[in-house]
């Protein structure tokens, strides 16, 4: 007699999402009289941008590239476009926090900030959390594949607090960031470097 066949599951759960790559745009150019949200990147900075592009361990490559509107971002956005046949999406809501200003003193002030403080004329550390949070889900309801998010620093350390609450030091995160930087946030909430060569990951 022969017995009946049956189809037997490949996976037992679910698979996880991809992780989300998230990049700090490359170091912009000061510009005298422009606000720092207007700034865009010399020619060193596309060049440091094109490194770390080379450099990304994205699998399958990228499925959005999401920047934010503010040029220093959306001209790294680009880089790393060209580099793995990704056009950009841009989302305002990436931008960076809100502040009066940018010049002497003003890490200290960040730091203030990044430590829970509300300095005056500052951005609200929910409503930056709440606008990154909702620009990063519509872009990853668009597709099952990596995601890659340019934006800022001082956003990044905000998104990721939120999303990593008490076990991530948004302080010592923002501190360590280079321009451009990049860290992958896998779905178990561990965090890495994605890239050729990168140190260990950050805790």
Known sequence: MTRPTRSVPLRSKPMQPPAVTY???????????????????DDDARRAASALADRLEI??????????????????AAVIGARWDAPTVVDHRLREVDRPWVG?????????????ELPDGWEPHGQVAERAAAAVADARATTAGP?????????????????????????AF???????????????????????????GFS
């Open 174 to 200: 923002w501190s360590c960031l280079s321009f451009p930087d990049a860290w992958a946030l896998e779905p178990i909430g561990t965090m890495h470097r994605p890239m050729v060569g990168a140190g260990p």
């Open 59 to 76: 699998s399958d490559g990228i499925g959005v590239l999401l920047s934010s509107s503010e040029p220093k971002a959306m001209e790294t």
């Open 23 to 41: 990049v700090r745009h490359a170091m912009p150019c000061p510009e005298a009289g422009v606000d720092s949200t207007e700034w865009h990147l």
């Open 104 to 116: 002497d003193g003003y890490r200290h002030v960040a730091h203030r900030y990044l430590r829970g």
């Open 147 to 171: 995601l890659v998010v340019v934006s800022h620093g001082l956003l990044l350390s905000v998104h990721l607090g939120d999303i990593l609450a008490d076990g991530f030091d948004r302080e």
